[in-house]
Each structure stands twice: as C-alpha cells, then as structure tokens.
C-alpha cells in the first residue's frame, strides 16, 4: 500500500459520525464484570468549550479506554450543571430566558464533545435544570427537613442597596455591586434555609483517613482544615453590671489569667446593646468591610464599648471591646484576648495600649518580661492562682472540669465549618419545596405534587427580591394541611445541592420513581476515579461526601464515601495565564479541532506536562504533535501490505530484536504509567522513541516483527488518539473498536534495557555518563568512573575522599 498522508478531518469526520449512531460506549448492567466509573466533574454550560476544558476530558476518556481493554465494565458518563447565576445574568444582558440559553449552550457543548471523540455514555445524561432532575433534589430536602436536618434561621447576606436585592459572593467583586462599581455592598440579615451538616462534622474528619490512598494529600489537608475540628473550653465572662454571661472558646483556657480584655465581633447580639448609638454606624461599616474583602484581607480595627466583663476564675474587670477580625459563625463570636500567648492578640493589644501578662513560662526558662512577640508554647502555668505550678495540659483539664462544675462552662468542640446555606434569592434554580401559612407556619409540599415547577416566563431585571416572589401564579397557593391562602417559599437552592449528588442519578437516569434504584448504586459506587480541578476541594466535594452520608441514613445506599480515588488535574496556560473568557486568552476547541485535529489536541496536552502540574498551549507544541501523529500515520500505511498481521512474532535479525526490545518497553512504560502515576507525557515519549527506532530499523524488519508493531503501537495509541488509531485498525483489516480489543502485554525480559547508562558525580555535580552491562560490580563502576576524561578532569591533582557506588544507577566521586 502507498504511503497516505495525514489527513485530519477525513478521518475525524469519518469516525466521530460513525460513534454518534453506535451504542458503543454505553455501560453494561452486568455485575459478574469487573466494574470501573470513571468520572470527570460535570460542567457548567457556559458557552463552548475551549482548550483550557480539553485536558480535564481528555484524561478521563484515555482512562475509559484503557479500562475497557484491559476488560472492566465502565461506567463513563456526562451531564450537565446547569442552574446557576451566569445564566440570570445572560438573560439580563441579552433579554433571554435561562432555560433558553442553558439548553442552546448545552446543545453546543455537546456537539463539541461528539466532535472531540469523547467516550460518554449519553444514555445516561443528565441536565440539572430539568424537572426530571430537580424533582429530586426538592425529595432530599423533604427528607432532610424530616430529619431535622434542612432548617430554618436568620442569616447575613450581601446586599446592594442601588439594586435593593441581594448578591451572590461571586457578584461583589472589589467590595462593591458587579453591575455598580461604586456601591458598596452591605450585609443585611434574612430568613435562610440552612442544612446541618455539622451533625456529620466528626464523620467528615474522621473518614479523611480512609481517603489517604486514591485522594491528593493536598485536597485532604484543605478538607481537613475547612472542617477545622479545635478542642477547648467554652467559659462564661459576667457582664459587669448585670451578671448576664458572655460565652467566649478557647483552645487556651491556661491561659486565662493572662486574658486583658473581652472582644465581641461586631455582629454578636450583645453588640447592638452596648455600643453607643453613635458608634452603631461604625459597627455597621466593620460588617460590610468583612462582607466586601473577607476577614483575611482587613487591617484589624477595634472599638472600646465602655463596659467590662468579669473572669469567672480571677474575678478581674476586663474591657469589653469590639473587633473586627472576629467572626460571629466561629466558635461563639467572642473572644478573651491573651495577648502574652496569642500573636493575633498581641497586635491587636499593643495597638490599643491594652496590656500584655505573661502567665505560661518554658518548662526550662524563666517567664518572659518585656515581650517583642507572643510565646504561644505550652509550658508551666504562672500568675494564676491555685493553677499555678501546673502543666498547660494538666490547667487546662481541671479548669474546664471547675467550670462544668461551678456552672459557667465546659469542655467543648468548636468546627469551622458552619451549616450549609442553601438559600439563594435567584430564579434560576431549584425552588425549595416549602410554603408558608399564616396558620400552620411552615409547611412541607407533599412528596405526591412534586416537582415543584420553576416557571419559564418569568421576568427577571436582577433588582428587588426573588421574581419567583413577584409571580402570583407560583407564589399563591393553598396550605396542604388547612386549606387557606398560603404562599410558596421563593427562594432557590444554592446549585451546590445540584451537583452533589448527580453521580448517582448516572446510575439510574430515567428512573421516575425514585432518584435511583438503590441495587444499582451498590453496583457501580464508589467511583472508581474523579477528575476536577482542585478548587473544588472544599465546597463541592465536601457537601457531596456530606451528601453520601445522609443518602446512607436514610437507607439508600450502603457506602459511606461517594469516590474512592481523585485526581486535580493542572491548568491549561496561554501567555502566561490560565485560560478565561474574560480575559480573552482562549482557544477555542473548534478553532484547534479544525487546524490540528482532536487526537492532536488530546497528544499535546498528555504530553507537555505531567497531567497534575501546569501545561503552557503553544502553537509550536501543537503542531509537533500534529507531525508525530502523521509519522506514525505514514509508517503504518506504507507498511500495511508487506506486514504479516497474523500477530506471530518470529526474531530473526538484530533489527527484530532491537525494536522487539523497544516495542516491549514502550508496552510496559505505558502500561505502568496507566497503573501508576498517569505521567502520560512519559506514555506518549515512549511512542515517540519507539517509531524513532521502527523509523530507523523499517527496512531491515521481517514481515512478523513488522505487522506486531503495526498492531500494538495502533492499541497503544488508542487511549491517547483514539479516531487514528480507529483508522489504522481498519485499514489493517481488523474488525471491531480499538478500545474494545485487549490491551497488549508485555515479556518483562524483552523488556529490560541491555544495557545501564550510569550518571558519575563529581561533588554530588554530574561530570559525565558511563554505559555498562547491567549488574556490573562496584570497583569495575569506580575504575570505569575514573577512566572517564570529563571526570579526571575535576579529580587530578586533588585528594579522593570517597567513592559512593550505587549499582545500576550512580557514581559519586568525593574530592577535596
């Protein structure tokens, strides 16, 4: 056969319409195979995809692949989250309905995805928007509220006062409105739904360890620092004139005698009740500073109320003042300022003259005067009455047994992580399945007249309240338990509630009975391997492990974590900065597709980084893994006719058995890749030397040797370029997909390298390379080592301290 030349979009085109009508990649309910769900985290759909998507993608389809041949089940499905805020904001911009422009967006990411040769299970998409979808979530928080778990009380929440409506997070940007960069957003307080997820606080620490083997250690510290687990005390400080208690926690109560006041966050109760009226407008800006920058990024700033709190062990008069660095959802609110012992404290006292008392000296030192700095160590308790004398550990569990005792305190486990807000004053998302009667109070909807339908036609400018507030024909409705008028809830859920459990909905997608069949989940759960990016460590994947938790108490399913490995794959980067829209720094997916091909695009992005670091898109890489895919492409159709296809391998020459040799490590380098690290960019390297090495030897190859290359470098590339590898399979005459046909194995001793190529240091600085048999003794390493003239060059005329060997892998030369 002639040589062809590469041509992309044939082949492409050829492919991508012949999987678009096959059933190919949908998952078998077949529980006597070895099962594999691979996921990756479902986008939103914002428009199209770009190259910044591509890589996320392109992993979890290689790894799809590979499973298939290696002869797992797999489950690799795609959906859609598609509530959410950018599409309220699209409709303000371009007088379009949400539900028009998701499903318009959704449409085309599709079709980029069929084009791009993603392996998905389309049978089993799910779109978040849809009632089929959304009914369900609206029976969790039935469920929930069954539990006591989804509740009901007063919150903050951003609120610009030029719009009069409140603000996402995401729509405060610099402290002010997004649509007014001048205005100042507020906080204001609101009636929320809220679930109780620090009920399941302890068992979301706790299972972190069970997750240390498939999760990044990175992921699992910020989880474990979100949840923020702090052993202390709680103590009681007496409002000085009436006695009423002040409830502060502390990690630190060995420490109390050193405390020199009494700090409040400025949104406390107590706050508004002592304060002077004339310092209540500055308590007010303090809240909306920390609305507008975060805690983190505020100078400290604090306020003398005039009054004094009484320590319930010293019996001291304490200042109370108001701070704005401490935060009303942490611990309670309140504080006692140990600025000896505490470094925050410490500025925060030494910039209001408030003053500074040691109380813990080093076990082996003397207490400290005069401090430049807190000392936050343990040590000996001093100063402090009948705990003098004490160790910080043994203060503090007798003076937390006093308290419980003596009625003004106890032990106590504080978290950071507070109660799931899921409230959201938008239109577009999940109404909650609640009403409101002026009899009853709240009522749950009954579970028979779900789903609670979000209306198509409504208005929304983005100013005011909900516009499911100001439709009469959704908020009217009468009381399920008495009949009167009542009113709907007009708030939307926080589309976190939708992406937290749509895995499952994969398993049983069509179900209208159930979320699920529950014999399904146990079946394909956990998943055996999600890939996102890392910033959704926090939020998403602990409310969807929070989510899992409850699912198993409520009796529908059996495992107690949702995913049994993640991987947080690295940004794509162009000039310098991570692919967005607003920057304007994209590429688009149909933009490289139609220059370079798909299977290009997936090569370049494997192989320019390993998948877990940062990879730059460049042209120039781009089209060099363009030229390798049309070598390959060349070698393979111009050997088609002289190769024996057979698959029996009979070496007859040194060229047989040298690319035999490479062929076999090429094999076992992509396979270890696929089993280990998923350094794809050392997979695709191998190829690389491979065809480098058929390239040179082509000529001297026997028909056996020659056709056996032919077919495992096509199964070898098909996780990575999977439409080529399609097209040399057939043109090789073999039937059935490339994905479905095992993976190839390998001989390890065809495997092995002949020969060991040694790094020699000099000073631990590398001088040169040596290449021996593998094996060779130690002293025959050190004469070769010395032998070498780039190494004797940095040995003569200097004093051989020592030689350190390593066999089969380093000399170092030390010299002096």
């Known amino acids: 056969m002639r040589e062809k030349l590469y041509d992309h979009q044939e082949i492409e085109l050829k492919w991508s319409g012949r999987w678009a009508c096959s059933t190919l990649f949908e998952a078998e309910e077949n529980s006597s195979k070895p099962k594999f769900y691979v996921l990756e985290m479902l986008p939103y759909p914002s428009g199209q995809l770009h190259i910044g998507h591509l890589r996320n993608y392109a992993i979890g389809d290689a790894l799809a692949r590979y499973k298939w041949m290696c002869g797992f089940n797999v489950l690799h499905p795609m959906g859609w989250d598609a509530f959410g805020l950018p599409a309220e904001n699209a409709a303000i911009k371009n007088n379009r309905q949400p539900r028009e422009w998701t499903l318009h967006n959704i449409a085309e990411m599709k079709r980029q995805m069929r084009r791009l040769g993603f392996s ?79 009920q399941y606080a302890d068992e979301l620490l706790n299972d972190i360890a069970g997750l240390a083997e498939g999760w990044p250690e990175r992921v699992l ?29 502390t990690t630190r109560v060995d420490t109390i005698y050193g405390a020199t006041c009494v700090i409040l966050a400025p949104g406390h109760p107590l706050t508004g009740r002592i304060v002077k009226p004339e310092d209540k407008p500055r308590i007010k800006a303090m809240i909306d500073a920390v609305a507008r920058k975060g805690p983190g990024d505020i100078d400290k700033e604090g306020l003398f109320t005039g009054h004094y709190a009484i320590n319930c062990y ?10 704005n660095f401490v935060l009303l959802g942490y611990g309670t609110g309140a504080i006692m300022a140990v600025p000896a012992h505490d470094q925050r404290d410490f500025e925060f006292c030494r910039q209001y003259g408030l003053p500074v008392v040691p109380v813990i000296r080093p076990i082996d030192g003397p207490l400290a005067e005069d401090q430049k700095e807190a000392h936050p160590g343990y040590g000996i308790v001093e100063n402090s009455g009948e705990w003098s004398g004490l160790t910080s550990e043994e203060a503090k569990r007798r003076m937390s047994a006093k308290a419980e005792a003596e009625g003004f305190g106890k032990a106590a486990v504080t978290y ?4 799931w807000g899921i409230s959201r004053q938008r ?42 507030a100001d439709d009469p024909a959704f908020v009217n409705v009468k009381c399920p338990k008495c009949g009167v008028d009542a009113r709907r809830e007009s708030d939307t859920m926080d589309t976190f509630m939708d992406s937290s459990w749509y895995f499952y909905r994969y398993c049983d997608a069509r179900n ?156 076992r380098k992509v396979t270890e890749e696929f089993e280990s690290r998923w350094h794809f960019n050392t997979s695709i390297a191998s190829m690389m030397d491979l065809v480098n090495v058929v390239y040179a030897d082509e000529a001297g190859l026997t028909a056996p040797v020659l056709g056996t290359v032919l077919i495992h470098l096509t199964l070898l590339l098909g996780p990575f370029a999977p439409y080529l590898a399609e097209e040399m399979w057939e043109q090789m005459g073999k039937e059935g997909p490339v994905f479905k046909q095992p993976w190839p194995s390998y001989d390890p001793e065809l495997a092995r390298e002949e020969a060991a190529e040694i790094p020699v240091q000099v000073n631990g600085k590398l001088r040169a390379r040596i290449t021996v048999a593998f094996g060779t003794p130690g002293a025959d390493l050190e004469r070769l080592a010395l032998a070498e003239p780039k190494v004797r060059a940095f040995v003569d005329g200097k004093q051989i301290v020592k030689i350190v060997v390593v066999p089969d892998k380093l000399v170092n030369v030390v010299v002096r």
């Open 512 to 667: 209208d009975q159930a979320p699920f069949d529950s014999a399904k989940i146990a079946n394909w759960f956990p998943i055996d391997q999600y890939i996102g990016g890392v910033e959704h460590a926090i939020l998403h994947l602990i409310y969807s492990r929070f989510f899992t938790k409850v699912m198993r108490d409520l009796g529908l399913i059996s495992n107690d974590e949702p995913v049994k490995r993640l991987f947080t794959q690295g940004m794509v980067i162009l000039d310098g900065a991570k692919m967005s829209k607003n920057k304007g720094n994209v590429v688009s997916a149909d933009e490289m597709v139609e220059r370079f091909g798909a299977d290009t695009g997936r090569v370049f992005e494997l192989f320019a980084a390993p998948p877990e670091r940062e990879m730059d898109w460049t042209e120039a890489g781009a089209d060099g893994a363009y030229r390798f895919l049309g070598r390959v492409y060349r070698f393979v159709t111009r050997n088609m006719d002289r190769a024996d296809l057979s698959g029996r391998v009979e070496p007859s020459s040194d060229q047989d058995r040298r690319v035999l040799r490479k062929l076999n490590q090429a094999i």
């Open 314 to 323: 010293s019996g001291q008069k304490l200042p109370i003042w108001i701070g």
């Open 416 to 419: 950071r992580l507070k109660d």
């Open 427 to 468: 239109y577009w998302g999940t109404p909650i399945p609640m009403i409101h009667c002026p009899q009853c109070g709240i009522v749950p909807v009954p579970e028979s007249d779900l789903p609670v339908l979000l209306p198509l036609d409504v208005k929304i400018t983005g100013k005011g309240r909900s516009p499911l």
């Open 120 to 198: 998905y299970d389309w049978n089993r998409e799910v779109a978040t928007c849809e009632p089929e979808y959304y009914r369900w979530n609206q029976w969790f928080f039935l469920k929930m509220f069954e539990r006591g778990l989804a509740y009901r009380k007063d919150a903050l929440v951003n609120w610009c006062p030029e719009c009069g409506t409140v603000l996402a997070n995401e729509q405060v940007v610099d402290g002010c409105c997004w649509r007014h960069e001048t205005t100042p957003v507020e906080q204001r307080a609101l009636e929320q739904w809220f679930f109780r997820i620090t």
């Open 221 to 249: 510290t910020m989880q474990r620092n979100w949840i923020g687990r702090s052993e202390g005390t709680e103590v009681d400080f007496a409002l000085d004139e009436t006695g009423e208690p002040i409830r502060v926690f």
